[in-house]
């Protein structure tokens, strides 16, 4: 009899113990191109840690943001919701079994948010959307400086945001990715060992100001005088404004290479703990380059995106394609996806999925485990952008709407009513439209984009109406 229950303890402990859930560290990027880094393309900034990082993940050619700037495309990412309200939405009004981070926590996670937040206060703030740690995660969506006391710009006036945090911490010299990294790796250290973690490391890098470290700066300047950048242009007009097509800035150089530099420190903690290989790591960005300005007047490009046409803002390639890579040791077997499109908006479920095999949200990001162990590919995928809120004064772009179906993406810039369609696998630079060429297809696309419009704008103005106070507030006034 004693033989029989020890029997079946050891089988329960093997089953509950055995099967430890994988700790999960998301390094997200602000404003880092798909061609920012040496692993993609770059002749200037050399990312030997990233890099590495790629060859040992799943990365893929064919990963985008859900929107081209910040707020909206971080939106989609933690709701796992298309952004076609294009602001902070309300985070507030989510329901919890829609709601990723507590979804982890109910499943004994212990959660972490270090850094760029940018969605929202009171009811939206980190900590009441399920983050245990919170650290430099407010309202900003910049730092004034990257240099102590972080919150005051160059010009010695306060920054429209106080980045929380850092400067109570922080002492003459220091450099906030550094910081931030630092307070990342001192959760991990000090995470329970019977838990495991999902941690968010979110950079303000390599957002504007453009402020590398002087010796990184000065590293670039050397290694640009033997860069020879041919008959290519420093800045074409585009958009609005002009596009930079030179990666030349020593001080971008210097930003990208010190989020490299803290993706090693990260990384060597991972292994120093003996915990990297039970370790899902995702390393990515909310959209593309700046590389546009607009008619305002001319301003501090960071970088260029090419081949890709255009940057932040814009919803040509340069402006919502993104690097994407993920590494579990115990699960992925390291490969290079170029045919499988996926979205930022799809990073939650899939994590979900693969660290509790819980999946069935009904929302409209996907779970790609299958793509990621190599048991299916989504080159057919069919996928939807939706921008209402331009900016041609600072990035140059217009108001449009994007339809991806398989190799064909459709551009339909409203207000002018122009539309221009691209094979993208033949042509990654969007420089020959098709709309004229191949009607059959420029108007099955069309459909596909009007028909997606008409459904999801509407129930996302519903949704709004039901969970967000403020527009309930805004109603009543009006009726009286």
């Given amino acids: 009899m004693k033989n029989i229950s020890f029997f079946i303890f050891f089988c329960f402990a093997a089953i509950v113990y055995g099967q430890q859930k994988p700790n999960i560290l998301i390094i997200h990027t602000d404003d880092l191109g798909y061609h920012d880094l040496s692993f993609t393309g770059s002749q ?56 990723f981070i507590k979804q982890f926590k109910k499943a004994g996670y ?15 703030a980190p900590n009441k959307y399920g983050f245990n740690h919170i650290y430099a995660a407010g309202e900003a969506g910049g730092v004034g400086s990257r240099f102590y006391p972080f919150n005051t710009q160059k010009n010695g006036k306060p920054a429209k ?23 990342t790796i001192k959760f991990i250290k000090q995470n329970p060992k019977d838990k495991p973690f999902l941690a968010v490391l979110a950079y303000y890098a390599v957002h504007t100001p453009i402020e590398a470290k002087p010796e990184d700066e000065a590293r670039n300047k050397k290694q640009l005088k033997n860069i020879n950048f041919g008959t290519t242009p420093e800045y074409i007009k585009e958009g609005e404004g002009r596009r930079k097509m030179r990666q030349d800035d020593a001080g971008y150089a210097g930003m990208v290479e010190n989020v490299d530099e803290n993706v090693g420190r990260l990384l060597q903690t991972l292994k120093d703990m003996n915990i990297d290989k039970n370790t899902i790591i995702v390393f990515s960005s909310d959209h593309g380059g700046l590389s546009n300005d607009g008619h305002k007047g001319e301003r501090h490009l960071a970088t260029t995106n090419l081949p890709l046409k255009a940057g932040k803002g814009h919803l040509y390639e340069g402006g919502i394609r993104v690097p994407l890579f993920i590494k579990w040791s115990q699960e992925l077997k390291p490969r290079q996806d170029r045919k499988s499109i996926v979205l930022g908006m799809d990073i939650f479920p899939t994590l979900l999925d693969l660290a ?5 949200f009904d929302v409209d990001g996907k779970s790609y485990k299958k793509v990621l162990k190599n048991k299916d590919s989504w080159e057919n995928r069919t996928v939807f952008w939706h921008s209402k809120k331009a ?12 339809v991806r179906s398989g190799d064909y993406k459709l551009i339909h810039f409203f207000e002018k009513d122009i539309v221009e369609v691209y094979n993208l696998k033949e042509d990654i630079s ?10 059959k297809k420029t108007a099955e696309l069309f459909a596909l984009l009007k028909n997606w419009k008409k459904e999801f704008l509407i129930k996302e103005r519903l949704q709004i109406m039901k969970t967000n106070p403020k527009f309930s507030k805004k109603k009543k006034k009006n009726k009286n």
């Fill in 44 to 99: 200037l900034y050399d990312t030997p840690e990233i890099d590495q990082l790629a060859k040992e993940s799943v990365s893929f050619t064919n990963a985008y943001s859900s929107y081209p700037r910040c707020t909206p495309s971080r939106y989609g990412m933690i709701t796992a919701t298309y952004p076609v309200n294009e602001n902070k939405g309300y985070l507030g009004g989510i329901p919890e079994d829609k709601n």
């Fill in 391 to 402: 900016r041609p004064h600072s990035t140059g772009d217009s108001k449009a709407s994007v």
């Fill in 161 to 183: 945001y106080n980045v929380p945090d850092v400067k109570e911490e922080g002492k003459e010299g220091d450099y906030i990715s550094d910081m931030m990294t630092s307070e």
């Fill in 110 to 124: 212990n959660t972490s948010y270090v850094g760029k937040w940018h969605l929202g206060k009171g009811a939206s």
């Fill in 430 to 439: 969007e420089t020959n439209d098709l709309s004229k060429k191949e009607p």
């Fill in 356 to 360: 509790i095999n819980k999946k069935g």
